[in-house]
């Protein structure tokens, strides 16, 4: 993908992000979407059975899953659907996008111009500060340019 490209799909990406508003309001319940819609909807774990078709205690051990992550996505719309409700998936980062490109960019800079300013250092060429912001910034954009997916590789 192109640069122009990956910075405007994080711009999308991150508009849609901003819509959803606060990330406490769809924060998982502790006894589960399923088991909280259940029972304030009244239904018994035999109905939702029913409505599944499947066994009452497995209707149980699904409630259970869902509380410990151990569920597939595939089974989770099906309860969501047997509910009269639709499942909603998303990964909401807890930053814009942009910003943490920025961050990791930042930080790919920091560690070369701390690397290039001690090389110069052992051969006794060290230059005063003056420019350093400068010098940071232009190479954040160079980065955030150029570097695409060596941005996220492990040092």
């Known amino acids: 993908m192109r640069t122009q490209d990956r910075a405007l799909a994080r711009k999308q990406l991150d508009k849609r992000f901003k819509k959803l ?3 406490d309001l769809y924060a998982r319940p502790t006894k589960g979407w399923m ?7 009244g239904m018994t774990t035999a109905q939702v059975a ?3 078709g499947v066994s009452q205690p497995r209707v149980v051990e699904i409630e259970k899953a869902e509380m410990t992550q151990a569920i597939t996505l595939e089974t989770l719309d099906r309860a969501a659907r ?3 409700c639709r ?3 998303a990964f909401v980062p807890r930053k814009p996008l942009d910003e943490l490109v920025a961050e990791r960019a930042r930080k790919l800079a920091r ?3 701390s690397a290039t300013r001690h090389s110069m250092a052992l051969e006794d060429q060290s230059v005063a500060g003056d420019g350093d912001d400068e ?7 160079q980065f955030i340019d150029k570097a695409g997916s060596k941005l ?3 040092e």
């Open 87 to 89: 499942l909603v998936y």
């Open 152 to 154: 996220w590789e492990d």
């Open 135 to 141: 010098q940071m910034e232009q190479l954040v954009r």
């Open 21 to 23: 508003g606060n990330p």
């Open 35 to 41: 088991r909280a819609i259940r029972e304030a909807l």
């Open 111 to 113: 560690r070369r111009l």
């Open 82 to 84: 047997a509910l009269d």
């Open 50 to 52: 029913s409505r599944l």
